[in-house]
């Protein structure tokens, strides 16, 4: 892939939260230093050796957080890191196997152009894809057809972790949510800025298929009612805070219109 001098200047950083991920964590990491330069890793509590392994690395950067906050908070913190360090754009990642590194240069190559870049697993079907559990794909399909109609998006993948961001567009966002709900909240908080969204397909690869969510979330109809009530509420905040773009206020404000 050839750039030019104009975009060889950009600074793009990958980032990986981690949770117990000894079994992958440096296969991973080793994949994707071969894309990117710059590569953070947010080690969210580990407890299984992931940290140690970290620690025994001298060509990627750590942040730790000394107890599990959640998925949100993770990407929170390499959100932070990325805009006080002077990146033009944040590369996200999962570091259990299921994004491919190789990918990483077309997700920057996509960022260029658009604030947000989404991957999509039901854009495109590769050869080996992975069938989804049931549950998981119908939350996925209610969540994402929630999003689309509620904030005029047009998502195929409302889920997705692996994702390109210009570093402009993740200081418009307010991002609070901690656990697995976050990508929720950043959809509401994209559509009331009027940032720019792409989706680019990438396989589908489920190795995780136990993954709990935690307590009662690991219930389906549990889970759906919260991300149902994340969007709600996130898109209260963003109406009350005055940080709906006109051309977005009265869909997310028609409740306070009247």
Known sequence: ?????????ERWLAALPVYNEAGYVDGVLDEVRQYVGDVLVV?????????????????????????????????????????????????????????????????????????????????KRYEG?????????????????QLNKRLGLELTDGFCGFKAYRTAALQRMRITETGYAMPLQLWVEAAAADLSIIELPVPLIYLDLERSFGGSLDHAETRL?????????????????GRVLPANRSRFCSHSLG
């Not at 894809?129 to 057809?145: E, G, K």
């Not at 009612?225 to 209260?236: T, V």
Request: charged fraction near 25%; include cysteine.
């Open 1 to 9: 892939m050839s750039f030019s001098s104009e975009q060889k200047r």
């Open 225 to 241: 009612a919260y991300y149902n009530q994340i969007i709600e509420e996130s898109m209260a905040a963003a109406c009350a805070q």
């Open 43 to 123: 080690d969210d509590g580990s407890s299984d050796g992931t940290s140690e392994i970290l620690a025994r690395r001298d060509d990627i950067r750590v942040l730790t957080h000394g107890e599990n906050r959640g998925y949100g908070a993770a990407l929170q913190s390499a959100f932070g890191y990325a805009i006080e360090h002077g990146f033009d754009g944040l590369v996200t990642l999962d570091c259990d196997g299921q994004h491919q590194p190789k990918r990483i240069p077309r997700f920057i190559e996509a960022g260029r152009n658009a604030d947000i870049v989404s991957g999509s697993r039901y854009l």
């Open 129 to 145: 894809d992975s069938q989804p559990p049931a549950q998981r794909l119908f939350i996925n399909r209610q969540i994402t057809a």
